[in-house]
């Protein structure tokens, strides 16, 4: 078999990848591992950037998006009880879109025209500072794509990354002390918007996934164990973690799920190859406190669609070698963005009472400076792309 791209992993930066590429006539296939309906069990954060609503117009799925989303003109932040919102219309005339990423992805699949293939087995990358081909396992039998490029969309455990010689890459790390327990219930959400709240007890967050659906979380250490913690247990705690006004609010029920996720921030440089570009999660991993993994992933993919585009269509090598440079300078700026607010929202004992007092200190100065607010909206709207 042949195409013009492989892409290996049909997550939403491979699936979006795939769309925008054959929207423009360019053949391209994707190879996932898992099952689709696998793929569509994943619970994932959805806040999405104005530029992640855009490239889902662009890739002309964004119809149920735009009936279903939920507008966000704002946020809160707690901290030890106080609150302050950030008016992202007010500050910076932009809002965000509450949709979740399992919606986003289904989308995309109803969206795409060519060809998916799930369940490939034992993906590998071959000669791709060559003439690139990749293969697979399928029913027992070996196949082979020869491709021009190859996409590298398998997220952090992929085998596009780890296919680069070590000496290569260059990767940089920060791995947090803690984790997030996250619970989803069938009750209406705690409040119109997103609160996130510092308490001393560990971060918490209340979000939601529908009128009717809501998503929570608290901070918990980096080894605890979702069989600690019975349903009454986490909306207990929760409950002490938020202002007494949203705590009374609080409408419990039982979990339909709950899991803990590890935090942690990851860039590998560069992320262009010869013929192999990564993207999304196996370029990079951000802590979800600032929502801004899936819009990251959708970032770098819609510069490797254009860059791709721009090759085929034009003969052009401009965009293909401007790729890792033009979507570094944005992932790092989205690891700094991330790190900030994990940093500022979280409790790290090991600053002790010194760091405590800088993290009071950073919140009372957002809550006093409409500079410091604009920042923080600029940055969680989705600086341009
Ligand atoms: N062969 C084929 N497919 C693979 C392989 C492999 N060796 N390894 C992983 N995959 C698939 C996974 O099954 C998954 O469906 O690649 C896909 C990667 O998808 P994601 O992990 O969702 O990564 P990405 O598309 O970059 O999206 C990033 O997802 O994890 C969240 O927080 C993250 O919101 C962000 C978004
Ligand atoms: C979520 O709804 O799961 C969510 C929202 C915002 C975040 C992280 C997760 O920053």
């Given amino acids: 078999m042949r195409a013009q791209v492989v892409i290996v992993g049909a997550g939403p930066a491979g699936l979006m990848l795939a769309r925008l590429l054959e929207l423009a006539g360019i053949d391209a296939v994707i190879l996932e591992r898992k099952s689709a309906d696998y793929v569509l069990g994943r619970i994932r954060a959805g806040v999405l950037e104005q530029g992640t609503m855009d ?27 106080d609150s302050q919102r950030i008016d992202f219309a007010a500050l910076i005339d932009r809002h965000v879109m509450v949709y979740g990423q399992t ?30 081909f990749v293969t697979y396992r399928q029913n027992g039998l070996t196949h082979r794509i020869d491709c021009d490029f190859i996409a590298g969309c398998d997220g952090y455990h992929g085998v596009s990354r780890a296919s680069v010689p070590a000496q290569s890459l260059t990767t940089f790390e920060r791995i ?7 619970v989803l219930v069938d009750q209406p959400p705690v409040a119109h918007e997103l609160i996130y709240a510092h308490h001393a007890r560990g971060f918490a967050l209340c979000s939601q996934r529908s009128p009717t659906r809501s998503r929570y979380y608290v901070q918990v250490p980096a080894d605890e164990k979702v069989e600690n913690w019975s349903d009454a247990r986490f909306w207990d705690e929760l409950r002490i973690r938020l202002n007494p006004a949203t705590a009374e609010a609080l409408q419990t029920g039982a979990s339909i799920e709950k899991s803990i996720a590890p935090l942690r921030s990851f860039v590998a440089e560069p992320l262009r190859f010869g013929k192999l570009f990564l993207a999304g999660d196996a370029a990079h991993i951000v802590p979800p406190t600032g929502a801004k993994g899936l819009n990251l992933a959708m970032s770098d993919v819609a510069a490797l669609a254009d860059a791709l585009i721009e090759f085929f269509g034009e003969n052009s090598a401009a965009g293909i070698d401007g790729y890792s440079a033009k979507v570094l300078s944005r992932i790092w700026k989205a690891e700094r963005f991330s790190w900030w607010m994990t940093s500022l929202l979280h ?6 009472a010194f760091g405590r007092r800088i993290q009071r200190a950073e919140f009372d100065y957002l809550a006093g400076s409409a500079a410091a607010q604009q920042s923080l909206a600029e940055n969680y709207t989705g600086l341009p792309l």
Avoid at 176 to 182: A, D, E, K, M, R
Avoid at 347 to 352: A, D, L, S, V
Wanted: cysteine-free; charged content about 25%.
């Fill in 55 to 81: 490239l889902m117009d662009r890739a002309r799925a964004g119809q149920r998006m735009h009936a279903e989303g939920l507008i966000h003109q704002g946020v809160e932040l707690s901290f030890d009880g």
């Fill in 103 to 132: 919606e986003v992805t289904r989308d995309l699949m109803a969206a795409r025209q060519a060809r998916t293939i799930y369940e490939a087995e034992d993906v590998q990358l071959h000669d791709f500072d060559g003439k690139p």
């Fill in 176 to 182: 947090y002390p803690f984790g997030w327990l996250g």
């Fill in 347 to 352: 409790t790290f004992p090991e600053t002790g």
